[in-house]
Structures are given as structure tokens and as C-alpha cells.
């Protein structure tokens, strides 16, 4: 065992070698440079390798294309990169293509504040590509787990062929923390994809809830991908007897699956009338606050989102059902407590915003179990 | 194939860069058109287009390439449909991204024979970063550019390669925008190989695009194609025969380019046909594989 002081950025890297990563493109942007800069370093060490692409699009279009290939796929950015990579993440939920995409979130809109972190792209990482589509958002709060989401992204992005947004931010992304990482060699994530050409195969069969296995190119099928509405063999089409199932299929995948995909911590007490529901950096200032409001007494739940997107609606609404008030921290004016707000009612929730680089403060949520 | 019609071109008699007698039998590609895939294109009738991805198949069935060692990239608009008639690992990305698409694909296989599909918008408006960075890296893919002046699909808009005073529906009164000289642009960012035929000259660019798809390296073939359903009749320049055949009136040989006075070169407006550059320079992923050797050899 050995323990290592190391910053979340510096996990990430880490979890995707341990992950199979084997391909990273990106662009430099701050918080998130780390990722590159380690990747860059370690990738050509285990035979992957690394490009400095010449934008953020080029570098999602690249991770796409390198997946397609056959390669574990990862690229990393902020705030502004992410917003250029939204068209072409689209493209990997609408073609199936599995591919991470961290985004260590700033202080925004525009150039904003770089170095100040935030949680403002929570809505983006949903709904930043048009039209509807599944994606998942894993949320970090921690160092070490900054490196186990980092791999978990990667399992999911290959079990149901769908990107996968690891949403972290500038906190988490640049604190240090003594971390014991697991020997990446013990790591293994199962293989989804055809890799050999057997028997007859259709890229996109089309069954409620399904996720066809993805054939890499080269194998022997050689079949069409395309970013337009398409049928089972990939072909694009005009046709709604091809376009609704596989509208059906698609936007059914995730949800069929949540009890997998879902990752939700609760630290319950018999009784409590009171919840504090937070993710990422704020998930750390819930957690000082439950304490201290526990120390005086007050009996109150505690529920860490770690997957937001698809949103976990069953333990949100089971969350609502137990308790009469749910107070949100957020590093922005309110974005995921509008979910909250969905599964629990309005008159149930309590917003504790802060949307100027600065961390909420325990004392922010303290008061507002007062109000 | 009939010598008067290589004679007509302007090209040698070269056997090996011909189709033999079975060629036809012997060709995996032409046998593999896509035969699940519903023909006709969506190409207009008489688009050049056709002609262009004739020369693809011949120059990819002349490399003997089997079909699932090649993979065909491209964009969007009406060229960047091309890759789904063909039985080949076919990508259809997002607008001005084939190249980045590509690149990853190349860097994940680099055994395979990547062909980046595009026309002259995709490639050097939307795409234009990406063509000089792609060049710039000399990054082992080949670029297919049809060139025909304007964006067809969208209905006639003026585009980086629509000649000063071209008419268009965003430049009704005439396109005052100076155009891209695309061979230009490649070699001055660094492509290795790059040539320019016409859709007319069908033998030469099957040439052209034959050792573009062989070189390691960036290569670059700007095919020069023209638009009648929309530019042509926004400008006057009749039916899809009149402007094929102003392609043959308006072009000549880099060789009758060379031979032309100082003073004619300068005043010269016709399109040169011909392989401009053909260098040896590291070739990205090659490069990068030795890199791989030299940190697993241990070098710091």
C-alpha cells in the first residue's frame, strides 16, 4: 500500500489508464490541464497515445473517431471547451459511440473566471447537445473518488454505448489529497464490443431498452455510422417506422437500467424530518454541515448524488416521501434543484445558491434549516 | 483501355495504371457496391459527383485494397454522402469535422487507408482549421475535396471557393470574397502530396487519387466539380454537359501551364491540372509509434 498525495486531476488520469483509456485528445483550458498534461506523459508508457488537438471540437471528433477505431476514448475540458464540444457529443449519444468526457467545471458563462470553480454546467451537461438524447454525468467528491468514477465512467460508456460526461469541477479537479489508488493491473473493465467478426451482425437492432454490442472498424463488418436518424444497419432514414423505434430503443436504455447506474449515497438517522441533497464540491460542505447540525441535535438525512445524470428519480421521490424539507447547496443559482424540485415539490425545497467562484459555506446551509 | 482516349487526356499508356481485361471480375470493390443500400444517389442527375466517386473506386481497386482496410470519413453536405453507397468502414460525421474524425480513426488504426470525403465548404470553411492542422501534422489520411464553388445542398450560398463576382443566393448582387486556392493552401501547410483534376478528366484522377491514397502522409486531391442545379443557374452557365465541357475549355495541363510565357502565366485564368507536390516528411502516426518505442525503452 502506498499512499500518495495527489490532486483529483491527477486521479482522473490515473483511473483512465486503470480504466483502459488508450486514446486522449484535447485542448489546453484551465482547471482541467492536468488531465492532458499527466495523460500526455503516461498514454505512449502502456502504448496508448495522446494528441493536442487544434480545438475542442476537433478533440471530441477525435476521441469519437478513435473509439469507432477500437480504442477507450477520453477527452477533458472547462466550461468554454465543453460548450464547443456539445455538437459532436450529440453525435456520440445519437451513433452510440462510447467516449468520456471530463468537464472540470469554472465560473461562467464566457471566459468568466477560470480559475474559480463552479457548478454552472449541470443543466449543459444534460441538455448543452439539441434534441433529445440519454447521457450520463458522474460527480466526483473526492480525490480517490475522482479515480473510481473516472473507471466507472468508462464501464458504462461501453455497457450501454452512450457518452459519458464525468462532471467535476475546479475543486475537486485541483485539491489535494492523500489517496490510497488501488494497483490499476487488478482493474478490469469487461469487454462489450465485437471484436471479431462471427455471424451475421446488425449495428442497431432496434428492441425496447436493448443496447446492441458496437463492432469496431476492421473487424470484417463494414457497416455505415451516421449522426442522422438511421435504421437497424445504420442507414440513415426518413421513414417513422425506422425513427420511432429507435427513438423508443435509445431514450429507453438508460432509464431500464438505472438500479446499475444510478450511484446515490444516503447517511440516514431514525426520525429525521430534515435532508440536505448535494453532488460534487458542495457534497463536501453537506456533509461539515450535517455534522454540526447533528451536534446540536437536529436530525437530518444526508444524500449524495454521485450519478445526476439520467436524474435518480426513485431515491429523490422516495427522499421527498420521508422528509419535509430538502435543502440544496450548489455552487450556481439552482440547476439541479429544479430535479429536485420535479420528484419532491417546490414548498419541499430550500435553494442554498452561491454562483461567484466561492464555496457555499456550512453555515449558508445551517441557516437555511432555520427559515 | 483505348489508347485515343488516354491520348484525349493527355496521359501515357501506362498498363499498370489501367484496368486489366477481368477487371471486373477480379475487383472486390465494384462486386461490393453497396447492394443493401437503395440506388439511385441523391445526387442531381448529371452532377459530377458520380464521376468523382467512379474515380475513388477505380483508384482504390487499382491500390488492391481489400474492402475492410479502408475506411471513408466525411462531413456533411451533398459530397459528404458519398460514403454511403461504398462497401468500406463508413463514418458520416458532423458538419466541417470529417478530418478530426479521421484522425482519431488514424491514430487508432493506422494500418487502415483513411479517406476523408469532403466538399469545398465542409473542408475549408466550417473545416478549414482542421485541413491546415491535418496537414500541418502530415497525419496519414487522405483529402478528398470536390470542389464545386458553392454549398449545393443548402440551395446555392456562396462558399470559400465561389470565384470573385460569382452570383449566389447569399451574394445576389455577386460574391465580392476572394477564394481559397485550395492546392495552395495544402502544400503551404504542409500536405505532402497534392494534385487537382476535373470531374471531366476522370483517367487522371483516378491517377491522382490512387497515389494520394498510397502516399504516407497527408495527401490532398481537390476535384474540381461543378454545381448546375444551383450555382449554374444562378450564373448563366447552362446544363450540366455545358459545364462539363467548360471544364475541359477551362483547364490545362501543369505541364501547358510550364510551357506558357511569363507574361501568359500571369494573365493565365484557366484551372491547373496537375500533381503539385509530392515530398517525404514524417508521417504523425509513425512518428508517434516511435515515440511509443522510445518511452517504453525507457527514455525520460
Redesign the interface.
Known sequence: MTIKLMQGNDAIGWGAIAAGCR?Y?GYPITPSTEIAEILAREL??V?G?F?Q???E???M???????????K?MTATSGPGFSLMQ??IG?AAMAEIPCVVVDVQRLGPSTGQPTAASQGDVMQARWGTHGDHPIIALCPTSVRMAFDLTVRAFELSEKYRTPVILLTDEIIGHMREPVDLPDIKTIHIPEFRVTKKEGEYIPYRNEPGDVPPMAN??V?Y???????FHDP?G??TQRLDEIDPWLERVNTKLEKHMDDIALVEQDRVPGASLAILSYGASARTARHAMKLARARGLKVDLMTLLTIWPFPEAQVEALGERVERIIIPEMNLGQLAYEVERMAGRKKVRRVTRANGEMVTPQMILDAMES | MEKHILEAHGLEVNEGQMPSENWFDRSETLQKLRKNKKFPTIWCSGCGLGVVMGALIRAIDHLGLKNDEVALVAGIGCTARMPIYLDFNTLHTTHGRALAFATGLKIARPDMKVIAIMGDGDALAIGGNHFIHSARRNIGITALVVNNATYGMTGGQYSPTTPIGGRATTAPYGNIEAPFPICDLAVAAGATYVARSTVYHALEMDKFLSEAIAKDGFSVVEAVSYCHTAYGRLNRLGTAADMMRALKDNSLSQTAYGNLSPQEKANNTKIVRGNFINIERPQYTAAYSNLITRVQGGEK
Open positions: 486514446f485528445a505512449p508508457k502504448g497515445k494528441i488537438m487544434e480545438d471540437i476537433a478533440s471528433a477525435a476521441i469519437i473517431g478513435a473509439s469507432v477505431g477500437g480504442l476514448s455538437e459532436n453525435y472498424f476492421g470484417g463494414r457497416y455505415h455510422i451516421t449522426g442522422l444497419q442507414f440513415s
